[in-house]
């Protein structure tokens, strides 16, 4: 196959910015983010988005291409991410993905069919007055009736996907967890590279504090400030990301600042945990640990570089 997909992945704060344009670089590629808030345009402190110089000329996509009021989800994701790519490879260049969305990676690496029927809005419409009528837990049962799977792996907070998965079973007659299934053992389109970066748990977890405290130095609080006075609502996609909730609710009252710093780290702990749950149930991983590179990413960039050779020389 010609058509090369190299990706780099693995939990928040373990060191995937750099290690990606170090690689781009080296191989003449490009990037694309696999990242559901670096997106958003004036989101970027809490999303640690890469910034015009640490980018040293490698180009970036899908990233300050949407405003915070616009949706974004895996099948937007999916259709401008392989946009992105076919434009990579008509120029050439070798598409490099990055980020830790790990559903957004699959959803590209194995093409993964979103099937769609917005024809009868009728269902929806019912299924959202039940849950903003009798809540998300009375609606997340009666996923549970009929797809106890997706219910086990869908939470009952994320209404918008349980209304999906009910939506689904009753349009189709299929479970969508069956669906799902199927669809994640189909083999890439791609000439697959999927490298998942890692460290020691402790070291992780040092790096995820470490993180949240610089980014509250860099003004993290002020950009939530200007998010609020742009309109932006915590119901809105964009602001459902770690860091811009939490402060979300300081501002409205909800607990003080303290308390919503401290949620911060506390969440992206548990969030970089999910992260590597998901990873380790994919298929085609090639793990990458920093202690087994003497925690140096020269020597991880030196090993991909040997692994992936036959495309960039």
Known sequence: MDRPLIILTGPTAVGKTKLSIDLAKAMGGEIVSADS?????????????????????????????????EEFNVVIFQKMAKEAVEGILNRGHI???VGGTGFYIQALAYDIDFTENDQDRTLRLELERIAGEKGGEYLHKMLEEVDPAAADQIHANNIKRVIRAIEFYRQTGTRISEHNE???????????????????????????????????????????????AMGCARD??????????E???????RCTLEEAVYTIKRDTRHFAKRQLTWFKREKDVRWLNLPDFHDNLTEVLDHILQETRELWN
Do not use: C
């Open 37 to 69: 808030i670096q997106v958003y345009r004036h989101m970027d402190i809490g999303s640690a988005k890469v910034t015009k110089s640490e980018m040293g000329g490698v180009p970036h996509h899908l990233i300050d291409v949407l405003d915070p009021t």
């Open 95 to 97: 598409p490099v993905v």
């Open 182 to 228: 199927a669809e994640r053992k189909k083999s890439s389109p791609y000439q697959l590279f999927y490298y998942v970066l890692n460290t020691r748990r402790s070291i992780l977890y040092d790096r995820v504090e470490r993180r949240v405290e610089q980014m509250m130095e860099q003004g993290l609080l002020e950009e939530v400030k200007k998010l609020a």
């Open 236 to 245: 809105m996609v964009s602001m459902q990301g770690l860091g811009y909730k």
């Open 247 to 253: 402060l979300l609710d300081h501002l409205e009252g």
